[in-house]
């Protein structure tokens, strides 16, 4: 089937404003994780969900930061009371099994842009 | 906070020549595995190495792994233009066996 997708591709918002950025993983895909890339440099872990489990949230680097994955498929992150320094670009990736060892599939990503 | 740091950041050569990438890392891991990614977006698996192997080929992609050293290497052989593009180093560490930690990436650039 389709791969992931993201959705918007891109979101250009105002300091101060709260956003939403949604991810449609693989069908099937148990292990869902968020990411964020600032510009030139490597990806950092935020969040991480797995099944039913209680989803590891120890990326997240503030409290405005918050996720959820509604039924084990779609995932929505928050980021309430934009900062400039939240600019960057949010990657999902969704993997069919529990193991570090099965393949990651990601998205093409959301450009967030905080003016 | 980054669990690989990737050498060198930038990477330029002709078609036809090959590429090396090296990844280093800090604890004990159960995997890793190198990523591409073209123009700032969607990144797309590689390879994968575990930590009992020293070795592994995928087509012109030749990958090395030394645990001793806490590093990887990622050959690419008889580059080609399209293979221009940003590569990661990531590590799944031997704890949780769930996650990725990804490095600072290799922005390879190969011209005509």
């Known amino acids: 089937g389709a791969g992931v997708s993201q959705s918007p591709s891109n979101k250009v918002t105002e300091k101060g404003k709260d956003v939403e950025l949604r991810c449609d993983p693989i069908s099937g895909h148990t292990a869902l994780y968020w990411y964020r890339q600032s510009l030139g440099q490597g990806l950092e872990f935020l969040i991480y969900?797995?099944?039913?489990?209680?989803?590891?949230k120890s990326g997240l680097p503030s409290d405005r930061f918050s996720a959820e994955r509604t039924g084990g498929s779609v995932s929505t992150l928050t980021i309430q009371r934009t900062q400039q320094e939240d600019s960057a670009v949010y990657l999902c990736?969704?993997?069919?099994?529990?193991?570090?060892?099965?393949?990651?599939?990601f998205g093409p990503g959301t450009r967030l842009t905080v003016l | 906070s980054q669990q690989g740091e990737e050498d060198p950041q930038a990477l330029s050569i002709q078609e036809g020549e090959n590429a090396t990438m090296n990844c280093s890392y800090k604890?004990?891991?159960?995997?890793l595995q190198w990523y591409r990614q073209n123009s700032g977006r969607g990144l797309v698996h590689l390879i994968l190495i575990r930590s009992n192997e020293r070795e592994k080929h995928s087509g012109r992609l030749r990958v090395t792994l030394d645990t001793s050293k806490k590093s990887s290497s990622l050959l690419i052989t008889a580059s080609r233009a399209a293979d221009t593009a940003s590569y990661f180093c990531?590590?799944?560490?031997?704890?949780?066996?769930?996650?990725?930690?990804f490095g600072t990436g290799t922005r390879l650039q190969v011209t005509l």
């Open positions: 969900f797995q099944g039913n489990s209680a989803p590891d």
């Open positions: 990736a969704s993997r069919g099994g529990p193991r570090s060892t099965d393949t990651q599939y």
């Open positions: 604890t004990s891991i159960n995997n």
């Open positions: 990531a590590t799944g560490d031997t704890g949780t066996a769930s996650k990725l930690t």
